[in-house]
């Protein structure tokens, strides 16, 4: 993965506003400090979680394992989504004989609910052929507690052993953790400083994607060398370079960002960015918006709004080089109208991406590269923890804490107080 930009300006004065806290990150990788608000920095190469969760794998994996159940809501699964589709989960209604599959219970709307309790009732046989993780990181969150109690009463009257088939993963000590240990079900637990937003590479993300089948230590290897790569004053440091500039066209008006994927399996990536940023931005009346769009469907709903319409955004472009064999007619249906004979559809896909990249420029809107040589796990891996450190540095440079999101925890208090109503 590299990224290709363009640094038009002197930047002398943010990069040195931001070295100091680059030092600070530095040192909490090295001392493995995961009492530091930063701890999620050191998740990439700690083989203390890497072994524990690889052990919960072995002690629950099978060879008849088919569906992959993640009970959880924000940091929680969206991570998680957004590599799994990445991967295989976007097109999983394509291909209905391809296994593992994940399942996230991520709402708690009945319709959809019933849906899957539905599909679970003609579809699953045996307890082996399913692993249910439920994740709250506080341990108290309504919408999982709510999802679990639905599934598991569910499955209590057709799989005897349904409690071999569940792993909570939680805060250490949590009342979660507590009822879990109670009723015999098996935990994995989340480092105390480390935010749900921030903790894809905890067991929150590695037990169920490694139960997928999903190379889990390619993508740590990913995360963990352009974590490293982050830190040094290179100009291959993406992530100082995109927080200044995002910072730079936020101080300048531009206060929404557009992750604009030319891949729609992608998507996901771009939901859990919305998250990333949303809740680590979003505070003392500032922040930036963030938006997600998706080449070539939005060319033809949202281009005419990003060039046409207010110089309020900066964009985000993100596209593979990897070729797909796939390849239109030599001798077209539509005659009169093809002038793509022969051409294979990566080709047409990276002139569209380049014309947007083309009129981005002509249009003077700040825009960036993110350049995948293949989506893998590998350069997912890369991708997350460089939109993860971006973001502490942006945050250090608006002067915001990166971690916390009090007014997140508004509607829950307000929630929790109706339903303890009489």
């Known amino acids: ?28 990788i090295r001392s493995r400090d995961f009492e530091s608000l930063e701890a999620s920095l050191c998740l990439p190469s700690d083989n203390q979680t890497l072994t524990q969760v690889l052990g919960m794998v072995k002690k629950k994996n099978t060879a008849t394992l088919k569906y992959v159940i993640v ?10 989504k957004s590599i799994y589709d990445a991967l295989s989960g976007s097109i999983d209604q394509l291909t209905p004989d391809r296994f593992p599959k994940m399942f996230f219970l991520d709402t708690i709307d009945p319709k959809v609910n019933m849906a899957f309790l539905n599909y679970a009732k003609n579809n699953f046989k045996t307890e082996d052929e399913f692993i249910i993780s439920i994740i709250s990181k506080s341990g108290g969150t309504t919408e999982p507690l709510v999802n679990a109690e639905i599934l598991l009463a569910d499955f209590a009257t057709h799989f005897p052993k349904w409690k071999d088939r569940c792993v909570i993963i939680t805060d250490s000590n949590s009342k ?7 009723l015999g079900i098996d935990v994995l637990s989340i480092p105390k400083k480390v935010g749900g ?42 992530a100082r370079f995109s927080s ?21 399996e992608l998507e996901s990536m771009g939901k859990w960015y919305r998250q990333l940023m949303g809740e680590s931005l979003g505070k003392e009346q500032m922040g930036i918006t963030p938006i ?18 207010p110089k309020d955004k900066t964009t985000e472009l993100v596209y593979s080089l990897k070729p797909q064999e796939y390849t239109v007619p030599e001798k077209p249906l539509f005659a009169a109208l093809s002038t793509t004979e022969g051409r294979q559809v ?47 540095y942006l945050a250090n440079l608006m002067g915001i804490n990166a971690f916390d999101q009090p007014q997140v925890e508004l509607y829950k208090i307000e929630t929790k107080k109706i339903l303890a109503e009489k």
């Open 1 to 28: 993965m590299k990224i290709i930009y363009s640094k038009n300006r002197d930047w002398e004065a943010e990069e040195s506003q931001l070295a100091p806290y680059i030092a600070h990150c530095r040192e909490v």
């Open 71 to 80: 009970v959880g809501i924000g940091g929680s699964n969206l991570g998680t």
């Open 176 to 182: 979660l953790e507590q009822e879990g240990k109670r």
């Open 197 to 238: 937003r921030y903790s894809v590479f905890s067991a929150v993300g590695l037990f169920p994607l490694a139960m997928a089948q999903i190379d889990i230590k390619s993508l740590l290897k990913g995360a963990e060398e352009m974590r490293d790569q982050c830190m040094t004053d290179s100009p291959e440091n993406y």
């Open 244 to 264: 200044i500039f995002q910072y730079l066209n936020w101080k300048a008006g531009k206060n929404i960002h557009n992750s604009f994927f030319f891949h729609p």
């Open 292 to 309: 997600v769009s998706v080449g070539s469907v939005d060319h033809h709903s949202m281009v005419q709004l990003y060039w046409g319409g």
């Open 346 to 392: 990566s080709d047409i896909m990276q002139a569209i991406q380049k014309g947007t990249a083309i009129a981005y420029e002509k249009q003077k809107e700040p825009y960036f590269e993110v350049v995948f040589d293949e989506i893998n796990e590998y350069e997912l891996g890369q991708y997350l923890q460089y939109k993860m450190v971006e973001m502490v």
